[in-house]
């Protein structure tokens, strides 16, 4: 069997590879397998629809290639071409162990056999026993491999040293190699080599060089190896084989990874895909597919390594390879979790567990279980965590009890027989002994000192060989106790992993604990947040009542106490001066000017109002147009000049409805008073900010007063009472002849 590192490619890949060879060669050759009985135009017609099924198959087309073989059969019962049958089933049985079709390949083989036989055909019986052989070989079973590889031998190829008998030495080796007498495995390659030399089949010898490379490699020689697979590789360039080109260059690939040269490892990987590709064999390009994204997956390039997954698995898909698809499914699964991509990860996880319980692959069960594990693991997600870890100890301990309880059975039954066999060939040795004995007593009874001595000397070689018997059974006892203890062990291993499943399980119930208490914990706090929030919210809500009831509360006073006040004394002058009107014209003129006054006054403090709990004045910008302009209507009538300055900072700042209003009042009343009293030729106004204080100055040059001096004057306590409203402060400095300075600072917004 031909045999290389890249341990995901099947073996029936390369298996069919030889059987398709032996046909190769046969056709090749010559040789007639059709009976005379039929027309030489029957013939070229069997030959051909055979010939076309081989080639079909070599490019993994299995199901067309069955329908060639087909019409060569049904062709060839037809004619009653009795090697046309033989080779038509055997070429079925072929198909049937590429496709893993156990019972249909048993049948074909048997059916074979039985013609060849019926033929006395040699070639024919070889080559069945062959075929039978590969199949035992696929299935492991060593011992009937063997069996059938040598009754090919005996029956035809061992005499012929053709690439037949070489193809048999190189299974043979391969056999060998699987039950661990890699000593054996070099040998017969080796005997395989030299006949394919004899031969000049660079073909057949480019194969078993390349799995001599593979031995080496086993054994660690990484120099003997690549010497041997660079050699393969020379060979399958010499005759432009594409095909065990792109194997030559995964094997070399490969054997640059074992020595971490990452950089050689993908230049003959990409060169072995490109190979595959020019093949055109389809399970040969999602090989190298496979190749690719694992050697992308070792530098981390998780994205480009899941392309080539998915590319390989589009060609499984189509060529129906479903061992392959399940182990490539999970392997998508872990690089789109590795991406952060769970959706897809999921997708990929679940596509893989109906292929494998379809398939009723344990293995792939287990380990679809344990990357679910990890997955939800990272995800935080301890429950089905705790559920696929679960499911996974399930499935290991069972393929493990079974594997040691099978290894154990085989162990017993093997020493059994075998100890049964040296018993048997024990008495038989001591009852030639006794005979021995006995004709040695009569020899020197007779004098014949000579068959005397002979018969000793037989007696002393019997006696050996039973000593090497006892030997036998002793170390047949003492292989059976070491298995016995490895079995032990194994059960031992088996009660710790329960043990750490049950550490495993207890970790994931403290970490579920956790998570409840961290959940319950978050909930609680999200919860107090909400109850402070609603209650922030409320008292927010509340303040703004409030607030909105001071406002309510301060324009009814405003209303009250400006406006209800001036509608009173007009009223009360309106009718003073209808009662004057007749009497005293002059003085019912000077009530009605008074009347005209108080109408402005109150026209001017309704304006007030409105102005004051209009949002959009909230700027002191807005607030500082109005100021200017009452100061002009208010000053310039009285040919006071008037000096505005403010700074920009203050421009942006805020009053809320109060402070603009009490502001405004403090500076309404300093410029009354101004107006009124000060006979100034000049007023100066200031705003500007000061260490988070809004400062407002108002200095004239006017007379001035003693400001010392107690004063009746509600103006000034008005004053002093909304900046103390506002947390604020007015200052007055102010002396006869000198002028008046009032500064009032408020705290800024």
């Not at 062990?489 to 399980?505: A, G, H, M, P």
Request: proline share 1%; net charge positive; glycine share 4%.
């Amino acid at each position: 069997m031909i045999f290389i590192l890249m341990t995901i490619i099947p073996k029936q890949l390369f298996s069919c590879g030889k059987i398709a060879l032996l046909f190769f060669l046969l056709f090749a050759s010559g040789t007639v397998y059709c009976q005379p009985a039929g027309s030489a135009a029957d013939s070229a017609k069997i030959w051909s629809w055979l010939n076309r099924a081989d080639e079909l198959a070599a490019v993994s087309q299995l199901d067309s290639a069955r329908q060639f073989v087909t019409l060569a059969l049904h062709a060839s019962n037809e004619k009653r071409m009795l090697r046309g049958q033989a080779y038509a089933h055997l070429k079925m049985a072929d198909i049937a162990y590429r496709k893993n079709e156990t019972k249909s390949l048993v049948y074909h083989d048997s059916t074979a056999l039985m013609i060849a036989t019926r033929l006395r055909d040699s070639f024919l019986l070889a080559l069945a026993h062959y075929q039978l052989g590969q199949y035992y070989l696929e299935d492991e079973k060593y011992e009937e491999a063997h069996r059938f590889f040598n009754k090919a031998l005996a029956l035809r190829f061992a005499n012929d040293q053709s690439s037949y008998t070489a193809v048999t030495f190189n299974d043979i080796g391969f056999t060998y190699g699987a039950q661990g007498h890699l000593d054996k495995q070099v040998d017969w390659y080796l005997k395989a080599i030299r006949v394919y030399e004899k031969n000049k089949d660079p073909q057949g010898l480019a194969q078993t060089v390349s799995n001599l490379s593979t031995v080496y490699n086993q054994l660690d020689n990484r120099k003997e190896a690549m010497a041997y697979a660079k050699q393969a590789m020379a060979l399958r360039e010499s005759i432009g084989d594409v095909n065990g080109l792109s194997i030559s260059c995964n094997n070399i690939s490969q054997l640059y990874l074992g020595v971490d040269s990452l950089d050689q490892a993908i230049r003959y990987q990409q060169l072995g895909l490109k190979y595959a590709e020019k093949s055109g064999v389809k399970l040969r390009i999602s090989n190298s597919f496979i190749s690719m994204a694992l050697l992308l997956n070792r530098q981390k390039k998780n994205k480009e390594a899941l392309e080539y997954e998915k590319k390989a698995i589009a060609i499984l898909q189509e060529l129906n390879e479903l061992g392959t698809l399940s182990r490539r499914y999970i392997a998508a699964a872990i690089l789109s979790k590795a991406m952060n991509d769970s959706a897809t990860a999921l997708d990929y996880f679940q596509k893989a567990y109906d292929l494998s319980v379809q398939l009723n692959n344990k293995e792939n069960l287990r380990d679809i279980y344990l990357h679910k594990a990890i997955y939800y693991k990272d995800k935080k997600d301890f429950y089905n965590a705790y559920e696929n870890y679960k499911k996974y100890i399930v499935y290991r301990d069972s393929l493990i009890s079974v594997k040691t309880r099978a290894d154990i059975a085989e162990i017993e039954t093997r020493y059994e027989t075998e100890k049964k066999d040296f018993e048997i060939a024990r008495l038989n040795t001591e009852q030639k002994i006794r005979q021995l004995e006995i004709e040695k007593q009569k020899a020197i009874i007779s004098g014949n000192t000579l068959l005397a001595k002979q018969k000793e000397n037989e007696i002393t070689l019997l006696s050996q060989q039973r000593e090497l018997q006892d030997s036998k059974i002793k170390q047949q006892d003492q292989e059976l106790e070491k298995q016995l203890l490895i079995a032990k062990n194994n059960e031992q291993l088996l009660k710790l992993s329960e043990q750490e499943k049950q550490l495993k399980e207890k970790e994931l119930k403290d970490q579920k604990l956790l998570q409840r208490v961290l959940v319950g914990a978050a909930v609680m706090l999200i919860l107090f947040a909400v109850i402070l929030f609603n209650r922030y919210k409320l008292k927010k809500k509340l303040e703004q009542q409030n607030q909105l009831l001071n406002v309510r509360n301060d324009i009814a006073k405003d209303l009250h106490d400006e406006i209800g006040s001036t509608l009173t004394s007009i009223k009360i002058l309106s009718e003073v001066s209808k009662n004057n009107l007749e009497k005293d014209q002059q003085k019912a003129f000077s009530f009605l000017q008074k009347i005209t006054e108080q109408s402005s006054q109150m026209q001017q403090g309704m304006s007030d109002i409105v102005w004051a709990i209009k949002p959009d004045n909230d700027k002191l910008e807005n607030m500082l147009v109005r100021m200017r302009e009452y100061a002009s209507h208010t000053l310039e009538p009285k040919n006071i000049e008037t000096i505005f300055i403010t700074e920009e900072p203050v421009l942006s700042q805020s009053l809320n409805m109060q402070q603009r209003r009490d502001f405004f009042l403090i500076f309404k009343e300093a410029i009354n008073n101004a107006a009124k009293y000060s006979q100034a030729g000049k007023v100066e106004i200031t705003i500007r900010k000061e260490m988070n204080q809004l400062l407002l100055r108002i200095s004239d040059n006017g007379i001035g007063f003693d400001s010392a001096k107690e004063t009746s004057s509600n103006g000034l306590k008005n004053m002093m009472a909304r900046a103390e409203a506002l947390k604020g402060a007015v200052h007055i400095q102010s002396a006869p002849g000198k002028g008046t300075t009032i500064v009032a600072n408020v705290p800024a917004m």
